[in-house]
C-alpha cells in the first residue's frame, strides 16, 4: 500500500512539473478539458521533436534499407475493411447498472481478479457491472458533404505503410529485405483514458513495416529486437526497467507467429511500451484482396510472391512518458533537496542556459548576449536566463533538465586577465563547475550532446 502511494505521488511530482514548467497541458483546459486529450506545451514539444529526430535519424536516415513516409489520417474506407479494424478493432465495454460508468471489462478484471469481486471504480457498488459488449474504438467521421459518406480517423499508422508498399517498390526497387517507417498521429476512441499520456484518444505512433522472405524472417525478428533496446538506450530510458513480455499463442493474433511486447515500470506499474510482431503475409494478403491490386513483389529470375512483414511499433507519446519518469530525480545538493530531470543531452529540450551573472551590468549582459548568439547559432535549443539570483536560476533549469548552465562574470570580461574570454560551465546532475574558453565551448557541448 505505501509503495502504491509513493509511486503514486511520483506520478503526480511529474504532471505538476510537466504542466508547472510548460511540457504538457491538460487538453482543452480553459474549458475543463476533453477526456484523453492533452497538449504538449513548448518544453513538451521540443523534447517530443528530439525523441521522434532520434527515431527518424536512427531507423530511417541511416539506414540503406528504409524509406521514410507521410500518408494521409483519412483513408478510404476500404483500408480499415480489409485490415480487420471495422469488425474487429474494438475493447469489452461493460456499464454500471447504478451510476451508468462505462470501464474496459479486462482491466476491471485485470484489478479484480473475478467478475462476481468487481466494485465500481465510480460508485463503488458491487454486483452492478452489466454484461461486456464489444466497443469499437475507431472515431468515424463523414468524408465531404454527402451524408453516407464515411471514413475513421486511422487508429494505427501502419495502414498509411501498407497501401504504399507498391508505390515505394515501384518508385525505388527496393531490394528485400526492406522497410517502410511512419511517425504520426492516431486515434482511438480508448473506453478508459487513463495514466497521464499513457493510454490517451489521440496519440502519435513512430511504426516500421519491415518486408522480408518468409525464410529469413526469425533472423530479422531478432535484429529488430536489438534495436528496440539501442533506441531505448539512446534516448534515456534504462535497459533494466524495460521487460520483454513473449505473447503467447492463445493471446497473439492468428496470423502471428511471434509477438514480443516490450514493457516498462512506468511509477503505475508494468505496462506497454512497444510492440513487435511478426505479421507474416496477413496485412499485404488482405490488401490484395480488397484492393483488388496486384501486391506482390517480383525479384529478378524468381517467382513473384507476397513478403512476409516484422512491425516494431513505437508509440511516441509512452516512450516521451518513459523518457520523463526514467529522468526524475529527486537528491540533496549544496545542503538543499531538489529535484530535476536527468534528461539525456539529445533528449533535453534546453541544451544550455546562458546568464550574465549580474544582470544590471551591461558589460556583462553585452557579453554574454555575445556568447548566447554565437552559440545558438550552432546548438539552437539554447537559452538566454537573466531572472533571479543564480541559485534559482540552477534550480529552474535543473528541473526542466537542461544539463549544462553557461555563467558569463567579470572574469569572462579580464578582472583576471589569465581567465579573459573564459566562462563558468555548471553541469548538472553534479553540480561541479569548470572553467571553460568561450572559443571551446560549442564543441565541449557538442560531443556532450552525442555521447
Ligand atoms: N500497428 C500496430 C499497433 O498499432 P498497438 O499495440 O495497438 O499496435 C502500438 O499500438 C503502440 O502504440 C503501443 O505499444 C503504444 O506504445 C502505442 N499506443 C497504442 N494505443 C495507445 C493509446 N491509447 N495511448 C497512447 N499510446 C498508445
Known amino acids: 500500500m505505501a509503495e502504491k502511494s509513493e509511486k503514486n505521488d511520483l506520478m503526480e511530482k511529474i504532471v505538476s512539473l510537466c504542466k508547472r514548467r510548460g511540457f504538457i497541458y491538460q487538453g482543452s483546459e480553459i474549458y475543463g478539458g476533453l477526456a484523453g486529450t492533452w497538449d504538449y506545451g513548448p518544453l513538451g514539444t521540443t523534447l517530443k521533436n528530439n525523441i521522434k529526430n532520434i527515431w527518424w535519424n536512427m531507423f530511417v536516415d541511416m539506414r540503406d534499407d528504409m524509406y521514410g513516409i507521410d500518408a494521409a489520417i483519412l483513408m478510404n474506407p476500404k483500408v480499415w475493411e480489409a485490415s480487420g479494424h471495422v469488425a474487429g478493432f474494438s475493447d469489452p465495454l461493460v456499464e454500471c447498472s447504478n451510476c451508468k460508468a462505462r470501464f474496459r471489462e479486462d482491466h476491471l478484471?485485470?484489478?479484480?481478479?473475478?467478475?462476481?469481486?468487481?466494485?465500481?471504480?465510480?460508485?463503488?457498488?458491487?454486483?452492478t457491472m452489466g454484461e461486456p459488449r464489444q466497443f469499437n474504438m475507431m472515431f468515424q467521421t463523414q468524408i465531404g458533404a454527402t451524408e453516407g459518406s464515411i471514413s475513421y480517423l486511422r487508429?494505427?499508422?501502419?495502414?498509411?505503410?501498407?497501401?504504399?508498399?507498391?508505390?515505394?517498390?515501384?518508385?525505388?526497387?527496393?531490394?528485400?529485405?526492406?522497410?517502410?517507417?511512419?511517425?504520426?498521429?492516431?486515434?482511438?476512441?480508448?473506453?478508459?483514458?487513463?495514466?497521464?499520456?499513457?493510454?490517451?484518444?489521440?496519440?502519435?505512433?513512430?511504426?516500421?513495416?519491415?518486408?522480408?522472405r518468409p525464410s529469413e524472417w526469425e533472423g530479422k525478428f531478432e535484429e529488430w529486437r536489438k534495436a528496440v533496446h539501442e533506441f531505448n538506450k539512446k534516448v534515456g530510458i534504462p535497459e533494466n526497467s524495460v521487460h520483454e513480455l513473449e505473447v503467447g499463442d492463445g493471446d497473439r493474433a492468428h496470423y502471428s507467429k511471434r509477438t514480443i511486447d516490450f514493457e516498462f515500470d512506468f511509477p503505475f506499474g508494468r505496462k506497454e511500451l512497444y510492440g513487435l510482431a511478426y505479421r507474416g503475409e496477413f496485412d499485404l494478403s488482405s490488401?490484395?484482396?480488397?484492393?483488388?491490386?496486384?501486391?506482390?513483389?517480383?525479384?529478378?529470375?524468381?517467382?513473384?510472391?507476397?513478403?512476409?512483414?516484422?512491425?516494431?511499433?513505437?508509440?511516441?507519446?509512452?516512450t516521451l512518458l518513459a523518457v520523463l519518469s526514467s529522468a526524475y530525480t529527486e537528491d540533496e545538493l549544496g545542503g538543499e533537496t531538489r529535484s530535476y530531470l536527468k534528461f539525456k543531452p539529445s533528449v533535453a529540450p534546453v541544451k544550455a542556459a546562458v546568464f550574465p551573472l549580474l544582470k544590471n551590468k551591461p558589460e556583462?549582459?553585452?557579453k554574454a548576449r555575445e556568447v548566447y548568439t554565437a552559440l545558438k547559432k550552432e546548438i539552437p535549443q539554447i537559452v538566454w536566463d537573466d531572472n533571479g539570483n543564480i541559485g534559482k536560476r540552477y534550480r529552474r533549469q535543473d528541473e526542466i533538465g537542461t544539463p549544462w548552465c553557461i555563467t558569463i562574470d567579470f572574469d569572462t570580461l579580464?578582472?583576471?586577465?589569465?581567465?579573459?574570454?573564459?566562462?563558468?560551465?555548471?553541469?548538472?546532475?553534479?553540480?561541479?563547475?569548470?572553467?571553460?574558453?568561450?572559443?571551446?565551448?560549442?564543441?565541449?557541448?557538442?560531443?556532450?550532446?552525442?555521447?
Open 109 to 127: 478484471l485485470a484489478e479484480f481478479g473475478s467478475k462476481e469481486k468487481i466494485a465500481c471504480p465510480s460508485c463503488g457498488k458491487k454486483g
Open 287 to 318: 490488401h490484395e484482396k480488397g484492393s483488388g491490386q496486384n501486391l506482390k513483389y517480383l525479384p529478378d529470375g524468381e517467382e513473384a510472391f507476397l513478403p512476409h512483414v516484422i512491425e516494431p511499433s513505437f508509440g511516441v507519446d509512452r
Open 364 to 366: 556583462l549582459v553585452a
Open 155 to 212: 487508429p494505427e499508422t501502419a495502414g498509411g505503410i501498407f497501401v504504399n508498399f507498391k508505390n515505394v517498390v515501384d518508385s525505388f526497387h527496393p531490394k528485400l529485405p526492406f522497410g517502410i517507417g511512419q511517425i504520426g498521429k492516431a486515434f482511438r476512441n480508448e473506453i478508459a483514458p487513463r495514466d497521464f499520456i499513457f493510454r490517451v484518444r489521440e496519440l502519435e505512433q513512430m511504426e516500421i513495416e519491415y518486408f522480408v
Open 414 to 451: 579580464g578582472e583576471n586577465p589569465e581567465l579573459l574570454d573564459t566562462v563558468t560551465l555548471r553541469h548538472r546532475d553534479t553540480g561541479e563547475q569548470e572553467r571553460v574558453a568561450v572559443a571551446d565551448l560549442a564543441n565541449k557541448l557538442k560531443k556532450g550532446i552525442e555521447a
